[in-house]
């Protein structure tokens, strides 16, 4: 079970703060990598930040300092957190899971369904 179920999203005005979530089914012998990406109107999906299974974060230089993701384990549940909010933030959210480890139900890749997070001037 991998489905990943987004929530979270809405309109803004800028400088405004907003929280993505999506929850996943996790394994407890299985070891997970999770990412959000975005994708606005007439361009291409980028990334947008990511945890690996050791906790490690990494964000794209047009969020550092803005955006926080997180995960809560005991939900099973990935966060992003974002404030300052601009209107180039205007796109849909999706997060992903990359799944690893010894069972071959863990060694899988999975996408949510996109939330849209509109920012106005």
């Known amino acids: 079970q991998g489905q990943l179920v987004q929530s979270g999203g809405g309109s803004v005005q800028a400088g405004g703060a907003l929280r993505l979530s999506c929850a996943a089914s996790?394994?407890?012998?299985?070891?997970?990598?999770m990412s959000w990406y975005r994708q606005a109107p007439g361009k291409e999906r980028e990334f947008v930040s990511r945890?690996?299974?050791?906790?490690?974060?990494s964000y794209a230089d047009s969020v550092t300092g803005r955006f926080t993701i997180s995960q809560d384990n005991a939900k099973q549940t990935l966060y992003l957190g974002m404030s300052s909010l601009k209107p180039e933030d205007t796109a849909i959210y999706y997060c992903q899971t990359v799944g690893r480890g010894p069972y071959f139900f863990c060694r899988n890749e999975y996408w949510g369904q996109g939330t849209q997070v509109t920012v106005s001037s």
């Open positions: 945890i690996d299974s050791d906790g490690r974060t």
């Open positions: 996790r394994y407890s012998d299985c070891r997970y990598d």
